[in-house]
């Protein structure tokens, strides 16, 4: 069976404080995995994706993600956030023509 | 490029009545997808289509209808509307190469705000 789960659901964070999101994976075929950002009112914006090669993936602002094969996971990560990225964070999981979207994680960072 | 625009952008309906939400892309994407998002449930595939002339049902189809008008269009139906339709609708293309694997990305629309009383 397909599917994508992202572990933690809300997220609270001061500025400058380190993120990482879990995400774990299920999937028998060649994996692409993505992470969106959904910033509050707004639609899903992508922030980074992984097809192959290199397993650490670099996105916009600062984002990253690390494809841990053995472990089926996709975290996310930041070094230091901002009040800016306070938003909703999917991952998701191409499968044939479709795409599975785990919950999402609300993440609130305090000024 | 306009990308994905959806309409309406809000929408109110009483239980029973019917509408059709719309979506066009202007990026030659093959494929397209409707999806419902709820608090705690991310998104929910409704249907896709991953060409033109071509329909399938996804996660959460029963209630909905859709229609692949061309490349450009795909539109969502309610025949029926109910209160558990209320939801934030996200129509979403993209290109899907035919042969072999190759780099997908969804773009996704605003969103239509859906509510049924």
């Known amino acids: 069976a397909q599917s994508v789960s992202q572990h933690n659901h809300h997220v609270i964070l001061s500025e400058a404080a380190s993120l990482e999101l879990g995400c774990n994976y299920s999937?028998?075929?060649?994996?692409?995995l993505f992470w969106y950002v959904q910033y509050p009112g707004q639609h899903l914006q992508l922030l980074l994706k992984?097809?192959?090669?290199?397993?650490l993936v670099k996105g916009i602002k600062g984002f990253e993600a690390e494809f841990i094969k053995s472990k089926f996971s996709f975290n996310l990560r930041k070094p230091s956030v901002q009040w800016s990225d306070t938003a909703e964070y999917f991952c998701?999981?191409?499968?044939?023509?479709?795409?599975?979207f785990g919950t999402g994680t609300r993440l609130k960072v305090l000024a | 490029n306009a990308g994905v625009t959806q309409t309406p952008k809000f929408q109110v309906l009483k239980t029973g009545q019917s509408m059709t939400l719309q979506c066009a892309q202007d990026?030659?994407?093959?494929?397209m997808y409707w999806y419902r998002q709820d608090p705690g449930m991310g998104l929910r595939l409704i249907y896709y289509?991953?060409?033109?002339?071509?329909?399938d049902k996804g996660e959460v189809p029963n209630g909905y209808n859709v229609s692949r008008l061309n490349k450009r269009e795909f539109s969502l139906r309610l025949e029926s509307a109910a209160p558990s339709q209320t939801s934030v609708y996200f129509c979403?293309?993209?290109?899907?190469?035919?042969?072999?694997?190759?780099?997908?990305?969804?773009?996704f629309g605003p969103g239509t705000r859906l509510l049924v009383l």
């Open positions: 979403a293309s993209s290109l899907n190469p035919r042969s072999g694997a190759g780099e997908e990305t969804q773009y």
């Open positions: 999937y028998g075929g060649t994996v692409n």
């Open positions: 992984y097809f192959s090669g290199d397993p």
């Open positions: 998701a999981l191409r499968g044939t023509y479709k795409y599975i």
């Open positions: 990026m030659n994407h093959n494929s």
């Open positions: 289509s991953a060409s033109e002339g071509t329909t």
